[in-house]
């Protein structure tokens, strides 16, 4: 089999399991999303450690530990994947699926908008129509939500300063994630034992096969991330950079057509919205790409994919 038709299939098999996650996260309850977090953090510790062992990858680790501005970076990054995480989870396990894909449909317009504010980047004037038209599409949901629609904007703000973090720590999507819920695990091993202590875990009174549920969610965080890696050494990055849209639709799709979420007139103009803000971003990439280009804007560095 050709490279990349391999590679095409390794990129489709993560980006419909990230896209699955909200039929998964609901058999978890009533799991509350801060323990389906803690659970997450620990065991996704446990399968990237096995990995790390069969593959011999520790070569990175002792650097690591005396690099101080590294170790600041990580800290930082851990602190929003947990946040990424733990607002998705409470999203998807409250019915609000439909936002949650929101989130992440409007990420790469977050990421413009951290090029210009952090880095002063000049847009040019079909970036400018991109960013204007995703304005116009919150404050369209704005009304439609009677507020702002803050799980999608604290997913995508959150998304997108985790990708800037991974970019400037420039580590490997495994070694990056295993730091990073090292550095997470000993808060959750503690709310997790103080759940314990009190009678409160569900893990431990639910039985066994919610005990198999909350230990395998390791397996669904790491599993799509390895397939990522394997695509993303085959593919070209324009590829990648249109695959990540496969998620968020089929989050979208799980949420109007199997959890049958609410979607008025008024949202599906705001939504209508951001897909065309996103039509004309990839319009602009792939002009910028024949051009000569060396990477189009609508691409979310690999290295933040563990963000799912």
């Known amino acids: 089999m050709p490279e990349r038709r391999r590679g095409l299939i390794y990129g489709m098999c993560a980006y ?28 996704s510790l446990v399968v990237l450690l096995i990995f790390l062992v069969i593959s011999g990858r520790w070569s990175w680790i002792r650097p690591l530990m005396r690099d101080r501005r590294q170790v600041l970076l990580l800290t930082a990054a851990a ?55 995703g304005f116009l599409a919150v404050v369209v949901l704005t009304i439609d939500y009677s507020g702002l629609p803050w799980i999608a904007l604290t997913l995508a703000v959150s998304f997108g300063t985790y990708g800037l973090l991974k970019k400037t720590l420039d580590m490997g999507a495994v070694e990056s ?55 993303a050494t085959r593919l070209p990055l324009t590829w990648i950079g249109l695959l990540q849209y496969s998620a968020p639709i089929l989050q979208f799709l799980i949420g109007v057509f199997i959890y049958d979420e609410p979607m008025p007139a008024s949202r599906w103009v705001g939504f209508a919205l951001v897909w065309c803000a996103l039509v004309i971003l990839a319009i602009g990439s792939m002009a910028a790409v024949q051009r000569g280009g060396t990477r189009v804007d609508l691409e979310i560095d690999e290295r933040a994919q563990e963000a799912h």
Do not use: C
């Not at 509350?32 to 997450?40: D, G, S, V, Y």
């Not at 090292?182 to 096969?209: C, D, H, K, N, R």
């Open 16 to 43: 419909l399991l990230w896209g699955g996650f909200p039929l998964y996260f609901p058999l978890l309850l009533p799991t509350t999303p801060p323990e389906i977090l803690a659970h997450r953090i620990v065991w």
């Open 79 to 133: 602190v929003t994947i947990a946040m990424n995480w733990g607002v998705y989870i409470y999203g998807v396990n409250s019915d609000q699926v439909v936002q949650t894909s929101l989130g992440y449909f409007i990420t790469p317009l977050v990421s413009v908008l951290f090029g210009v504010v952090l880095f002063k980047e000049r847009l040019r004037a079909i970036q400018w129509v991109a960013v204007a038209l």
């Open 177 to 231: 994630l295993s730091a990073e819920t090292a550095i997470l695990t000993p808060v959750a091993a503690a709310y997790l034992g103080f759940l314990l202590v009190t009678g409160s875990s569900v893990m431990a009174t639910e039985g066994l096969q919610m005990g198999v549920l909350l230990s395998s969610l390791g397996v669904i965080t790491v599993i799509p991330l390895l397939f990522f890696g394997a695509a």
